[in-house]
């Protein structure tokens, strides 16, 4: 396998304030332990830089104008700054700009851009892009909640516009519902929007009946699920929900939205998953995308504030887009929870909702029949 890493320091160029969780030393840690472990010189591994987003390319979902507002924003903070002004301002609810802050948002868009083109010309099979600012919540027309551009939204477009692809699957793992990238492809039969998150929790949408309107009725699928729920979740919601849904898809393409806020560290989600949880639900995209998409992946940071843990789950994405199986994991697992959901009640009212009652994915192990004949004779047989 060869995975591209997709990262440039200007990403640390995006400066918030003190207190903000979206801080540059998410990029740093990452990259110290991806470089701790010797990875970065590893074999199938190649660094790309990413290229910057054209504005055309961005206006595929976002207002020109907004775009403009952006830039004009950082330039005016570049002006003030020299003047002895502030280094970062806020500019849409939770989300602040600065000087280079234009820059580094262009290229977190750039750069699955860039891991499009390159898995595309075939020179490497998946790619993860290590950016910020985030994207999901980013708006057409506004930021909001860290975000700047939608990376996963443009480069989907990007896909479509450039490579003539008919089918996008973004899978969004992110803690928060990706209400802006829901928005943009609400209906568009093109992209099959999946996310699994947190609810209630911010920013509020994602509840399980918003699924696509108009001609993409049936392409978006939420998964709202309580605080504290884990991997025992999650991952038959993937195996049962998403894969299929995925298959009946047939995605040309695979993109993740790999927020990581929903690690039991993570000072702002309130989910169970450990790193190893993570890396599970990775391999089974791994392995889906291989099943359905010649391995054609992409891997985009949102979210994930608990340095370490953001740090050990990016490090096992790529380790498992090499193609081993291995979790780096120092935190170990999550809390136990008095109480669960329950599950079955849980996957039997998606797969209604989604149509997939009654599903079989085409490589699905049949039953033994014969098998379960045998077990339910009575004694006296
Ligand atoms: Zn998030």
Redesign the pocket.
Known sequence: MTTALIYDPIFLEHITPEQHLDKPERMQWAMDVLRGLNWLEREGLVQLAPRAATVDELAAVHERDYIQKVEAAARKVAEKQESGGRKTRFFATDTYISARSYEAAIKAAGAPITAIDAIMKGEVNNAYCLVRP?G??AVAESAM??CLFNNVAVAARYAIDQYGLERVMIIDY???HGNATQEMFYEDPRVLYFSI?QAPF?PGTGLSDERGAGAGLGTTINVPLPATTGYETYEPVFRQVMAPAAERFDPQLLLVSA?F??HWKDP??GMYLSTAGFARLTGIIIELAQYLCNGRLVMVQ????DLQAMANCVATCVNLLLGDDAAVDNLGPAPTTKWRINTDVLIAELRRIHKLTGYRMRNAPKPDIERLRREVKGPDA
Do not use: F, N, S
């Open positions: 985030p999901h919540h909640g860290y992110d803690v928060h998150h911010y927020g806020d929903a702002l989600g949102e979210g994930g504030y």
